[in-house]
């Protein structure tokens, strides 16, 4: 393989841990890759995704409550209460718990919309994406040898 060619190779794979997070350990090992080797693409793809979606996330929802604010848009709808329940219920640790299932999209969204001004959050939801990382890698790898 040349240089260029296992530089895209990563890249998809590090896409597809960004996309389909729960997917990738099982594709990576049909594809014939190392469980180590998809552990280690599961887990730094999702914490590129993090850190790529992280600053995206906050100028997304600055540019959001402004528009809102000129429109005239009610802060607090019934659906909205909702979320804010479920957010104190659970917190950044049940965000980072499910964070496997969710996917890494959905799992940087709602960590950094409601969590985003903590330091701890981006550690955490790195963490959480670890291990994630680790147990669907093992339970591939199980179900494939």
């Known amino acids: 393989m040349t240089e260029a060619s296992i530089i895209f190779e990563i890249l998809g794979w590090w896409l597809l841990s960004f996309l389909k997070f729960i997917v990738m350990?099982?594709?990576g090992l049909a594809a014939g890759m190392a469980p180590l080797r998809?552990?280690?693409y599961s887990?730094?793809?999702?914490?590129?995704?993090?850190l790529l979606m992280q600053p995206v996330i906050r100028v997304l929802f600055d540019?959001?409550?402004?528009?809102?604010?000129?429109?005239?848009?009610?802060?607090?709808t019934p659906g909205r209460r909702r979320i804010v329940r479920i957010k104190?219920?659970?917190g950044i640790l049940?965000?980072?718990f499910l964070g496997g299932p969710l996917g890494v999209p959905v799992g940087a969204l709602l960590a950094f919309k409601y969590f985003g001004h903590r330091t701890s959050t981006l550690p955490i939801m790195m963490v959480g994406y670890v291990m994630w990382s680790a147990l669907l890698t093992t339970l591939s790898a199980?179900?494939?040898?």
């Open 38 to 40: 998809v552990f280690t």
């Open 43 to 50: 887990a730094s793809g999702a914490i590129l995704g993090l």
């Open 63 to 76: 540019w959001r409550s402004q528009v809102r604010r000129k429109k005239g848009k009610r802060a607090f």
């Open 88 to 90: 104190q219920h659970f």
């Open 142 to 145: 199980l179900a494939f040898h």
């Open 25 to 27: 350990p099982s594709a």
């Open 94 to 96: 049940g965000i980072a």
